[in-house]
């Protein structure tokens, strides 16, 4: 069956330390991923997305890789900060289709 | 840019009711929004896809007539939530993709809206 799965208990770190974050998915093809982030009670914010020919992607704090042969995704927030602490969800394109699904998420708590 | 409101954020009615949720694209027209509903502590679960100008398309499972989606126009889908139970109890969340009047590839990012939490008692 088709699974996308995130580490379902919270990741705890130090203000400062690298969070990373696994995102491992089964019998799909996406040509794409993407990643969100999500705060209780609100809608998810597109964070980035990386190509199924893209290894790696940066955006500031953030890097994503993408690993067809693991069937995986990597995301980390380096010199993470309090006002990282969210939930963050990836998400990728159903074979051939026009749908995105979204894994579960993983809850980011960084303590000062 | 490129944001989208839902109103309302709160509503908490009596089973048996029927529930009206908006979404709205403030500064893009969308031709395609979707949506999902959530489960605390679940992933984003795809109901429809909203077309404007036409019928919407469901997912497996999810039933037209009881979640009746308009899309009237490029700005506005309304998802209507029919004779609700405390089982339809959950977080709805749309989404949009802007539109400049190109094919809609499925790598287009969705803007989504805050969230509507219904509460059926």
């Known amino acids: 069956s088709q699974k996308i799965e995130q580490n379902s208990e919270a990741l705890n770190i130090q203000e400062g330390k690298t969070a990373t974050l696994t995102c491992n998915y089964t019998n799909y093809s996406p040509a794409y991923l993407q990643w969100y982030r999500q705060d209780p009670g609100r809608g998810p914010v597109f964070l980035l997305l990386i190509r199924e020919n893209e290894k790696e992607k940066r955006k500031e704090r953030l890097k994503v890789t993408f690993d067809t042969t693991l069937k995986q995704s990597l995301f980390h927030i380096t010199a993470s900060q309090p006002a990282d602490s969210a939930t963050y969800l990836c998400a990728l394109d159903d074979t051939g289709g026009f749908k995105t699904i979204f894994g579960a998420g993983t809850r980011l708590f960084v303590k000062a | 840019g490129a944001v989208v409101s839902q109103h309302p954020s709160r509503v908490i009615c009596k089973s048996g009711t029927s529930v009206k949720i908006e979404c709205r694209s403030l500064?893009?027209?969308?031709?395609?929004m979707f949506w999902y509903r959530q489960f605390p502590k679940q992933s984003l679960m795809l109901m429809a896809t909203?077309?404007?100008?036409?019928?919407?398309?469901?997912e497996q499972g999810v039933e037209k007539d009881k979640f009746l989606i308009n899309h009237a126009s490029l700005t506005l889908s309304t998802l209507t939530v029919t004779s609700a139970h405390p089982e339809d109890s959950s977080f709805y969340i749309c989404s949009a993709l802007g539109t400049s009047g190109r094919n809609i590839s499925s790598t287009d990012t969705q803007y989504f809206g805050p969230g509507t939490r219904l509460t059926v008692l």
């Open positions: 909203s077309n404007e100008g036409s019928k919407a398309t469901y």
């Open positions: 500064d893009f027209q969308a031709t395609t």
